[in-house]
């Protein structure tokens, strides 16, 4: 079972940067770590994912650890806008299996 | 611009109805629809997969004669709810899928959801 572990929710200052751990020490060499986030009332929304080097994009970067079996998303500038149910995601198969992901508050 | 096109955005009604969701890939050919279902603050939970042109396969628990799923085209798939009751009543995401995505390296995408209310 392609598992990961997060915390259910955090709090961060708008305009400060946020980093939303995740465990997935089952993690096999094939599967790719996605992140996406959910805002109220909406579908999920892709924001980044890796293999094994860190990546950026516009939206966030994606800290991964030298042995896979954690990595961490990095807001850089919390905005109000970024509040949001965060889902870590090993990709193993075709379909998305989602865990309880984090929900992200940000405080004004 | 999306890709995944899902209507309608919310419905209300009575018990009993049935009621039609619908699911358009618009910048691809989805060989698979996969249909999701989100509870109030929970996480979403895979309902069915279906391929086009085949029967679709359902998840433990999930009546498959209460969710009746069509895939008859690569661009449109629709999920109708039997016979509606109040506690079917939940957030429905449909998510299409052209089959290359893992070999492409490529995020899955979402539709924006069907908030669906029986009275």
């Known amino acids: 079972d392609a598992k990961t572990t997060q915390p259910n929710s955090m709090e961060s200052n708008e305009e400060e940067p946020v980093h939303l751990p995740c465990n997935h020490s089952t993690i096999s060499g094939t599967d790719y770590i996605h992140w996406y986030r959910q805002l109220p009332s909406q579908g999920p929304e892709y924001v980044i994912h890796g293999l094994t080097s860190n990546v950026n994009n516009r939206m966030a970067s994606l800290a991964i650890a030298e042995d896979r079996k954690s990595s961490t998303l990095i807001l850089h500038r919390a905005t109000l806008r970024d509040a949001a149910v965060y889902y870590c995601i090993l990709d193993r198969d075709d379909k998305i299996i989602f865990g309880k992901g984090t929900r992200l508050h940000i405080l004004p | 611009g999306a890709v995944v096109s899902q209507h309608p955005s919310w419905v209300i009604c009575k018990s009993g109805t049935s009621v039609k969701i619908e699911c358009r890939s618009l910048?691809?050919?989805?060989?698979?629809m996969f249909w999701y279902r989100q509870f109030p603050k929970q996480s979403l939970m895979l309902m069915a997969t279906?391929?086009?042109?085949?029967?679709?396969?359902?998840e433990q628990g999930v009546e498959k004669d209460k969710f009746l799923i069509n895939h008859a085209s690569l661009t449109l798939s629709t999920l109708t709810v039997t016979s509606a009751h109040p506690e079917d009543s939940s957030f429905y995401i449909c998510s299409p899928s052209d089959g290359s995505r893992r070999l492409s390296n490529q995020p899955q995408h979402f539709g924006d959801g069907t908030r669906l209310s029986i009275l």
């Open positions: 910048d691809f050919q989805a060989t698979t």
């Open positions: 279906s391929n086009e042109g085949s029967k679709a396969t359902y």
